[in-house]
């Protein structure tokens, strides 16, 4: 396990999860009148999620279950710490949460297979 890579795609997941938020967020208060949009929330962390397990799983080149699941925990301690941090009272879904983690190593095992089929060619 690299941790210096895993922090560093940990991070990019953070960013890339608010910066998309917030293009949604602006869209949605300036663009568009439909409610129903808003269901589009549900699916920024997940999509996220599975884009940087790829990328993280493509660049370690290895065992991308495992990069998977190590982008899901890292995405759950800082869930579990913001909570602590800012004493936030709601429960946290574990349900929920869990249901990301088979979008995370399936983006890992699609990004070292893609990196083991460009290696073939």
Do not use: D
Not at 19 to 44: D, G, K, N
């Amino acid at each position: 396990m690299n941790i210096i890579k895993l922090l560093k795609y940990s991070l990019f997941l953070l960013l890339m999860t608010l910066a998309v938020f917030f293009i949604l967020t602006i869209y949605m208060y300036y663009f568009s009148r439909q409610p129903s949009l808003e269901i589009a929330y549900r699916f920024v962390v997940p999509i996220c999620m599975f884009i940087v397990s790829l990328l993280y799983s493509k660049n370690i080149h290895e065992r991308g279950l495992l990069r998977g699941i190590e982008i899901w925990i890292v995405y759950f301690a800082i869930v579990l710490l913001m909570k602590v941090l800012f004493r936030y009272p709601a429960e946290i879904s574990i349900l929920q949460n869990l249901l990301y983690l088979p979008v995370s190593i399936l983006g890992g095992v699609i990004g070292v297979n893609l990196k083991q089929r460009f290696a073939q060619r």
